[in-house]
């Protein structure tokens, strides 16, 4: 079955990178997503990378995706007591789930710690 | 721009109660709507999706049930909640871009 898993916990300091590591089961994933949720609050989409690209940069954020070994790693540049929160990544099935409905898979989160 | 509301933010309940909880959207039409839970310590487990008024799918065999009366509206209920129930409750919709599955602010709900 589909399954998705990350470390539960990293702990970085202030300036350094963060590496946020994730592994999925199911081959035929379309998009994986990387999700941020503070303490409290909902999930907030951070960004997603199609399954037949390798990298994706956004400023700060560097997502690689080894398809070959269904790994997918976030890369926090210059790490900053903000970016604390848990990480979870997702990944989505290949097309509609019924009639259009898209489920996403997620694993339990990865909580970075960043420390002064 | 679009916006997702739940409500409320939080709820304290008895046992045995009765559970409504509200997720509206603004700024799309037909949007999929998604009811998550996430338990303590636990990743987030899919509910109910629904892709039209009055379509809803339910992803786990549980005593919840979901509604979807307007379009851009989804509802959350119980007839009678158990301990279990507790956790936080997190709505999500996709829109145009189905790709993209954006969460509401999320209702934690303790039931005692």
């Known amino acids: 079955g589909e399954d998705v898993e990350q470390s539960l916990f990293l702990s970085v300091r202030e300036g350094d990178s963060s590496v946020i590591n994730c592994t999925y089961t199911?081959?035929?994933?379309?998009?994986l997503y990387w999700y941020k949720q503070e303490p409290g609050a909902g999930l907030q989409l951070l960004t997603y990378?199609?399954?037949?690209?390798d990298m994706k940069q956004d400023q700060r954020l560097t997502v690689l995706l080894n398809k070959k070994d269904k790994h997918l790693s976030l890369r926090i540049a210059d790490t900053q007591t903000g970016d604390s929160a848990i990480y979870f990544c997702?990944?989505?099935?290949?097309?509609?789930?019924?009639?259009?409905?898209?489920?996403?898979?997620f694993g339990k989160g990865t909580k970075l710690s960043v420390i002064p | 721009s679009q916006t997702i509301h739940q409500w409320p933010a939080t709820l304290v309940q008895p046992v045995g109660s009765p559970l409504s909880l509200e997720c509206t959207v603004e700024?799309?039409?037909?949007?999929?709507l998604y009811w998550y839970r996430q338990a303590a310590g636990r990743g987030l487990q899919l509910l109910f999706y629904?892709?039209?008024?009055?379509?809803i799918s339910s992803e786990v065999p549980q005593n919840l049930s979901a509604s979807r009366p307007q379009d851009r509206q989804f509802i959350l209920s119980s007839k009678k909640l158990l301990l279990s129930d507790s956790g936080f409750y997190l709505c999500?919709?996709?829109?145009?871009?189905?790709?993209?599955?954006?969460f509401g602010p999320g209702t934690r709900l303790t039931v005692l």
């Open positions: 999500a919709w996709t829109g145009q871009d189905k790709n993209e599955q954006f």
């Open positions: 199911d081959s035929s994933s379309t998009y």
């Open positions: 990378i199609f399954s037949n690209m």
């Open positions: 997702a990944e989505s099935p290949p097309g509609p789930l019924g009639a259009g409905s898209y489920q996403l898979t």
């Open positions: 700024g799309t039409s037909n949007p999929n």
């Open positions: 629904s892709v039209g008024i009055g379509q």
